[in-house]
């Protein structure tokens, strides 16, 4: 989603000497009555709709159709927010609840989707002011389907200097936010793999290649790559979480299949971690007479990079963020070993992703409720960071090279 302005000077605000005013007066903007409920009826509509990765039709149909209220010109069927849902039956019973049995927004990409468009709505009120191009993405399928990905592959980030990205959270209070500079998320793949052995009656196991009893002995093996493999300070994790296989209580099956993840913070350790993982799984299976195939399906389930910050741009963002919220009000978060498909984005361009705090049900949970107050705070700092980021590195950027582009 595109958004394209044309440099001018007539908003003193909207300026190197109005620098510092800028988030608090964008915050104030995106607090208005009408600003704030045009937000959250979006965000309930998304809500009361939701649907899974790549199948997010209706979504970005009334994204369309909010853009072009707004007079924002657009590219489809490309289409940093996401917006899928979740296939989890909601639990919260509310006015506007999931219409659709068996999908839910569990994870905040409603009211991401509903901050984005918010900050679309301030930026496209002061666009003769902006001093270059803002591009809006919204990204589908975040949960595991690797949406960033494929609109890298397209070219989404062409011409593009730098990226933000904001993610709801339920362990920080409304009106805090959380991030740090380099490393921030971990890199993140998965396994499946078939353990083929033979089956038979269970009162006569020595007849039969057991594939469970394998299974079972490749599942604690591969816990000893953590514990004894790998470096303590170097973390690393390796979770089997699937494991399918028989139907009867007296036959033992012909195959099992398990699966997993793996997370590393260092391309080293995550290919070697993905490397003996394989090794693990077939050489395990063949002490108990079995035989396993590993599959790592990188075409469905890519492989996930470490999302890491850019360090001049946190720098940016710490500025941006004391002139709004104030720097008690910012929080150096911990490394944490979830994956983050923005890392596709930071990984091509220098990006920068933090947490809003939003205190509720953690996510992922049918009981999880979004606090609409959290809104207007993300509408303004993706405004601010926006319009601020042009003044500050656009402007250096083009009187080097000597000539500006407003369009991509």
Known sequence: MLLSTKPTSSNAFLSKEGFAEIPSKFFNLAKRPEVFEYMVNIRRVIHENPELGFEEFGTSKLIRNELDKLGIPYKYPIAVTDMDALAMQEAVEWEHKSKIPGKMHACGHDAHVAMLIG?????????????????????????????????LDVGILENVEAIFGLHVSSSYPVGMVATRPGPIMAGSGLFDAVITGKGGHAAIPQNTLDPILAASNIIVSLQHLISREADPLDSQVVTVTKFQGGGAFNVIPNAVTIGGTFRAFSKESFIQLKQRIEEVITLQASVQRCNAT???????????????????????????ARNMLGGKNIIEMQLIMGAEDFSFFAEAIPGYFYYIGMINETGHSPYFKVNE???????????????????????QLTTQKGSCHDEL
């Open 373 to 395: 107050d959290i809104l207007p705070y993300g509408a303004a700092l993706h405004a601010s960071l926006a319009v601020t980021y042009l003044l500050e590195y656009h402007s």
């Open 294 to 320: 590993v599959i790592f399906n990188i075409n469905e389930k890519p492989f996930y990079p470490m999302t890491v910050n850019n360090v001049d741009l946190h720098r940016h963002f710490l500025e941006v």
């Open 119 to 151: 900050a679309a709505k301030i930026l496209q009120e002061h666009q003769s002011d902006l001093e270059g191009t803002v591009v809006l993405v919204f990204q589908p399928a975040e949960e595991g389907g690797g949406g960033a990905k494929k609109m």
